[in-house]
């Protein structure tokens, strides 16, 4: 039985430029993208929690993320009874082709940035959350430019609610600059965003420089990131690596130390802190020694216990106890999951040849993103109203019902867009929503068109009543020539068929009399020429039903063969006849 329930996507790869191939530019795959956004769709969640793993290369993140693999796909029973219920069973990669892939060696295996293409649902303090997992390539990677790290690094802060920052033995002084470098100028752009609101001057945020000024580090708290987590891989300080409450309580002290003010650091580590809404470290002893091996096969008994044990605490903690619900950045209500694909489309954008661009940039990647959700929004709102009065499967509608409905719909949408696009340029917004709009009118003439199609149908639920007034007319008309002039119970049956037919006549007539007041002539006629042609229908189907039913179309089969038997031979094979016709000539 499968147990992995998708596969690793690359959504953002890096591409060689140039004629001589040694440049460097990160896109998007829009087919990836487009299968991993239509499989969140599929889960009905509303809320996401984006978990991105990212640290320098060769240092276990993809091998990590097979855990999460893991941890997500068994039964929540079973983690209950027995936490590290993961590190049994089969080896590490039994389907390596829904796995991430990673080998014990110094090669890198991860590029760009992937995305696990299945969310994991899983349930929090009784709330459902869709689960989604990144990976990417390793920072500070000799085989790109540091350009396309600092992109890839800042890309993956920008979508995750839950960073993790893999490193090697300690939080080293240029994973710290590494950050803080980001983070200011991310600051920078979002002020900036925010700024265009209120008509504030954005000249440094333009400048997206380096310590914009003391105001904009005081403002280092009003837009956060979410939570960031330190993960120090092969600590090799715990007393006892099995102890894990122990552990967990050297590994606060060691941060708060790591995070202490230096005199050296210029306040970047104040500047982090400052950054993020949560800011926080595990750490996790060595895996063992086979494990490291270039020809480890995966067998998980070879991992040190101490390891399982602390890894098993870290994924519960991550995945059961501190579900972060991914933020729309600006807005800071929980992010719409149909516009995580806005948003990687947009940021990979303006990161596309890795450099980090000027505040400017990232404040119109971000209008950009917003005001394309903002669109898909009104126009769901717009076509949710509408189907509900003149959808496919509704009936014609009345032109000033459908005329005050679409009013509404527009309305309605103009006010979802407003909702949504709430920041960025005025202007840029203001012709987003006229685009919108525009769009709206022609989608309303559709539904209008739509709609007259439908006249013919107007009384078509009336064809069986006419039919059956049809029926009893003739029928009466009959009995009056054949038993009404010696039979009084006939006569009695054609006054209730007249009572019938000529009751129905009236209600049809009254509904057509209303249709051509309502919608005039030639609305009218082409209802009765729908309700014609429905009649006529209807007729030809009970008639035939009715031969069926009677074996009239068998008795007929069989008077034509008695007939063909009766017929002398020379008379039913004119071959014959023509070869007796040549012999008597010859």
């Known amino acids: 039985t499968k147990r992995y329930p998708g596969r690793p996507l690359q959504v953002v790869r890096v591409e060689e430029t140039g004629e001589d191939k040694k440049g460097r530019k990160i896109v998007v795959d829009e087919e990836a993208l487009k299968e991993i956004m239509g499989n969140i769709h599929k889960t009905g969640m509303k809320k996401l929690y984006i978990v991105s793993v990212v640290g320098a290369m060769r240092t276990g993140k993809s091998f990590l993320l097979d855990l999460f693999l893991r941890y997500l796909t068994e039964p929540v029973e079973n983690v209950a009874k027995d936490p590290e219920c993961i590190f049994h069973g089969p080896d590490m990669q039994t389907e390596p082709d829904s796995q991430f892939y990673w080998r014990a060696h110094e090669q890198r295996t991860t590029t760009g940035i992937w995305f696990y293409s299945t969310p994991f649902v899983r349930t929090f303090n009784g709330e459902k959350v869709a689960v989604v997992l990144m990976d990417t390539q390793g920072l500070f990677d000799p085989l790109s430019p540091p350009e396309i790290n600092n992109a890839i690094f800042g890309l993956s802060v920008l979508l995750s609610s ?13 994973t710290l600059q590494q950050l803080d470098y980001f983070t200011q100028f991310a600051h920078s752009a979002i002020s900036m965003f925010k700024a265009t609101e209120t008509g504030e001057d954005t000249t440094d945020a ?40 122990e552990n967990i309580k050297q590994t606060k002290n060691v941060l708060a130390e790591t995070l202490a003010q230096n005199f050296n650091d210029a306040g970047q580590r104040d500047r982090i802190t400052k950054s993020f809404e949560n800011v926080g470290a595990y750490f996790l002893p060595h895996i063992g020694l086979k494990p490291t091996k ?23 903690k991550i995945f059961d106890k501190e579900v972060v619900v991914k933020k729309d950045m600006v807005r800071g209500t929980n992010l719409d999951p149909s516009s995580l694909g806005y948003y990687i489309t947009s940021f990979t954008e303006i990161f596309k040849d890795g450099k980090l661009p000027k505040a400017v940039s990232l404040v119109t990647a971000m209008t950009k993103a917003t005001t394309l959700e903002a669109r898909e929004k009104a126009i769901q709102k717009f076509k949710r109203i509408m189907d509900g009065t003149a959808g496919p499967e509704k009936p014609y509608v009345k032109q000033t019902v459908l005329n005050g409905t679409m009013t509404k719909a527009m309305e309605a949408a103009r006010k979802e867009f407003k909702k949504i696009a709430a920041f960025g340029d005025q202007k840029q917004r203001e ?32 064809a069986t009543l006419v039919l059956v007034a049809a029926v009893l007319f003739v029928v009466d008309f009959i009995s009056d020539y054949t038993c009404d002039w010696w039979l009084d119970t006939c006569v009695q049956v054609s006054k209730l068929m007249k009572y019938i037919y000529t009751g129905f006549a009236i209600y049809i007539g009254t509904k057509v009399f209303f249709l051509y007041n309502d919608e005039g002539q030639i609305v009218m006629f082409k209802a009765l020429g729908g309700l014609w042609a429905e009649a006529s229908r209807l007729g030809i189907e009970y008639y ?29 094979n004119p071959s014959s006849r023509r070869r007796s016709s040549i012999k008597a000539d010859g």
């Open 162 to 174: 839950f960073q993790i920052l893999n490193v090697q033995n300690r939080i080293q002084e240029d």
């Open 206 to 245: 333009e400048e997206g420089e380096e310590g914009a000024g003391e105001e904009e580090n005081a403002n280092l708290g009003k837009h956060k990131f979410q939570n960031l987590q330190f993960l120090v891989r092969d600590w090799a300080n715990f007393d006892d690596d099995t102890k894990v409450e």
């Open 294 to 316: 270039k020809n480890w096969d995966g067998d998980l008994n070879d991992v040190d216990i101490g390891f399982k044990k602390m890894c098993s605490h870290f994924l519960s």
């Open 431 to 462: 012709e987003a929503l006229d685009n919108v709009l525009d769009y709206l009118e022609e989608e309303g003439k559709r539904y209008d068109e739509a709609n007259r199609n439908r006249v013919d149908k107007i009384l078509q639920d009336s």
């Open 544 to 572: 035939h039903q009715y031969r069926k039913e009677l074996g009239m179309d068998d008795i007929l089969n069989l008077e034509a063969k008695e007939e063909e038997k009766k017929r002398p031979t020379h008379s039913r």
